[in-house]
């Protein structure tokens, strides 16, 4: 094993982590396999490509390099996963109140019919009211938790 390998263990061990709560074992594992698995090899196959950076010198700022990189690229990819759930989450809510705005315009917009009495017709705009709400709030109101430091 070069040293340059040996270095990259060192540094993967002392790496920073995420702290949210929107990563979990999941994200932890991903990022174990990434630097264990695809990291290392990438790593040997450019010392074997290119033979100098296995050199006592270079080696260690290669490794230093490569993985900074890819803490880099990790914690990238865990925002635009962030976003991605966020993005889904609003749509969801945002077709929820159009339902909601819908149904609330269509009573307030009703002509009287025949047999529905007033207070039923309170009833329901009341109703229909309260769900508007609820649907702005959840709206409004999303737990998403940003990976942000």
């Known amino acids: 094993m070069s040293l ?6 060192a540094e993967k061990e002392t790496m ?9 074992a999941a994200s932890a594992i991903l990022k174990k396999l990434i630097f264990e698995v695809v990291l290392k090899e990438v790593m040997k196959r450019l010392i ?6 296995s050199l006592p010198v270079v080696g260690p700022i290669f490794a230093f390099m490569m993985g900074k990189l890819a803490t880099l690229f990790y914690e990238e990819m865990a925002r635009l996963a962030v976003f991605a ?4 989450q609003v ?11 819908s149904a609330l315009k269509k009573l307030l917009e009703a002509t009287p019919i025949l047999g529905v009495s007033e207070e039923q017709k309170n009833a329901a705009l009341e109703k229909a009211k309260e769900e508007f709400k609820k649907k702005l709030a959840d709206l409004v109101r999303l737990p998403v938790q940003l990976p942000f430091r």
């Not at 340059?4 to 263990?9: D, G, M, Q, T, V």
């Not at 074997?48 to 950076?53: D, K, N, R, V």
């Not at 809510?93 to 159009?98: M, R």
């Open 85 to 88: 759930i966020l993005d889904v």
């Open 91 to 101: 749509n969801a809510e945002k077709k929820a109140l159009e339902v909601a705005t």
């Open 4 to 9: 340059a390998l040996i270095h990259l263990e």
């Open 16 to 24: 920073t982590e995420i702290k949210t709560p929107a990563v979990d």
């Open 48 to 53: 074997t490509q290119y033979a100098f950076l």
